[in-house]
């Protein structure tokens, strides 16, 4: 049975917390700027907020409506790198949810980053080795060197934590990443097909989408459209996704994640479809 979003909890922006001077980061963050020509500036860290991926995750799980007990798989997604970059925060994550969970991370993809992780958790799913799944996205935006896309996009610390198991109301029905410089449009075309419903009834399909996706790909759909804010980079959509979840399964028969990053051009689609009902049982004569 596909995986199905159960719950799901988010922060954003949780406020600042004081720098803590770690000297075995500062030392590898040091030697591994300077191949790049770049200076490892300290006074960065203390002006920040300082709010790293495992700040994030300890505040997102204790915003769930109940506590998680070692999910069959644990994934942490980013697209941006953490504060401290010795940090292993998967493990971290696994061991403050019951410590059985097969954990890892998947990050050097953008803000395709959560996009993936979805797909090999259905993978793992397919293959009978994971009925329940905990996917954590964070994003955070202190760093001890300059990062023009953070800065000028003023990137908040936010993460979402989207808790999948079989019998939540919407299931995982595929995700879809175009090759750079292919139109958002021919991955929607793509959404479409996927449910033979979407075609004929637009009003029962959602597209949410990120800040970055083309607004006239959005419109040719004839979907309604959520947008997601600006400001978030990875995060945008599983943010909008963990907020309204709930109200939309209400209304919609189907809501398709989509965003484009703008770091490399590609786009990226997801599908979450609401379950079938299960059949009424006969009555016997």
Known sequence: MPLSLSSAALVLEPGSVPYRPDPDCAIFERDLLVRFGIQRDEDRLRQGANVGFTELA??????????????????????????????????????????????????EQGLRAPFTALRVADAFTRSGRCRTLALVVCEQNTFAYPDPFVEENKVPNSAALLYFDDTGRYEFAGTRMAPRGTPLGALLGWAAATDPVTGPEPESTLLVAGSWADSDDLADTGWPVHRAAAGPY????????????????EAYRSVVLCDTDPRTGQSQVAVLRRRPAAPTPRRAP
């Open 58 to 107: 300890e505040a997102v799980i204790e915003k769930l409506p109940f506590r998680l007990a070692s999910p069959d798989l644990l994934v942490f997604a980013f697209g941006l790198p953490d504060m401290i970059a010795l940090k292993h925060v998967a493990q971290r994550v696994g061991y403050l949810l019951g410590g059985g969970s097969h954990c890892f991370a998947v990050s």
């Open 234 to 249: 990875c995060t945008g959509v599983w943010l909008e996704l963990a907020r309204h979840h709930q109200e939309w399964a």
